[in-house]
């Protein structure tokens, strides 16, 4: 069974700033995808960023990127120049290529941005 | 566009009493569908997951059932409520051929069980 764990139960970081969130996976297989999900107080949950694990490239969307370390199994998310609107809960997720769309998720990150 | 409807919003109920959370996904045909449960402080835990009508798969054994009585609608339901059954509870779809891995959720359910 897969296990996607995030260590860092909570962050803080100042509006403009730079912020990773860190995340650690378990798998034997070779084919899968991993995300990271954002989950606004009292707003629904949303895709972030997608990274096939057969590509070396790491994905970026807009203020998002990832660095995704296959061999260590890691998957790391970096916001650039941080909003007030990025303060969420974020998880980790994972797929393997043939689950049919059933992710697993990490505990989350839950993510302050401060003016 | 595709919108997702989760109600209610929150529910307190007694212990031992039913529960049905309901859940329905307007403008997409066969989607896939899915009940998460997020306890406090952990992630999210996939209860069950339909592919079709009345085509419903367990993840985890639990005092919690599902069904899809028609091709948009998903249901969560419990005949007798358990102190640990409280949560936030989230349903989603996913369409069939989009992009791997990406879910829409809906609002949330949140239940507290007393």
């Known amino acids: 069974a897969q296990t996607v764990t995030q260590s860092q139960p909570e962050m803080s970081v100042q509006e403009a700033e730079t912020v990773t969130l860190s995340c650690t996976y378990d798998?034997?297989?070779?084919?899968?995808?991993l995300f990271w999900y954002k989950q606004p107080p009292s707003r629904q949950m949303i895709l972030v960023i997608r990274?096939?694990?057969?590509?070396?490239q790491n994905a970026t969307e807009n203020r998002f990127s990832v660095n995704f370390q296959k061999a260590a199994k890691s998957f790391s998310l970096k916001i650039s120049d941080s909003q007030l609107g990025d303060t969420a809960m974020y998880f980790c997720a994972f797929m393997k290529g043939n689950a049919g769309n059933m992710l697993t998720f990490g505990g989350g990150t839950r993510l302050m941005v401060k003016p | 566009s595709q919108t997702i409807h989760q109600w209610p919003a929150t529910l307190v109920q007694p212990v031992g009493s039913p529960l049905s959370l309901e859940c329905t996904v307007e403008g997409t045909s066969n989607p896939n569908l899915y009940w998460y449960r997020q306890a406090a402080g952990r992630g999210l835990q996939l209860l069950f997951y339909?592919?079709?009508?009345?085509?419903i798969s367990s993840e985890v054994p639990q005092n919690l059932s599902a069904s899809r009585p028609q091709d948009r609608q998903f249901i969560l339901s419990s005949k007798k409520l358990l102190l640990s059954d409280s949560g936030f509870y989230l349903c989603?779809?996913?369409?069939?051929?989009?992009?791997?891995?990406?879910?829409?959720f809906g609002e949330g359910s949140r239940l507290t069980v007393l």
């Open positions: 798998t034997s297989e070779n084919n899968y995808y």
């Open positions: 989603a779809w996913k369409l069939i051929g989009g992009d791997a891995g990406e879910l829409f």
């Open positions: 990274q096939e694990a057969y590509k070396q």
């Open positions: 339909s592919v079709g009508i009345g085509q």
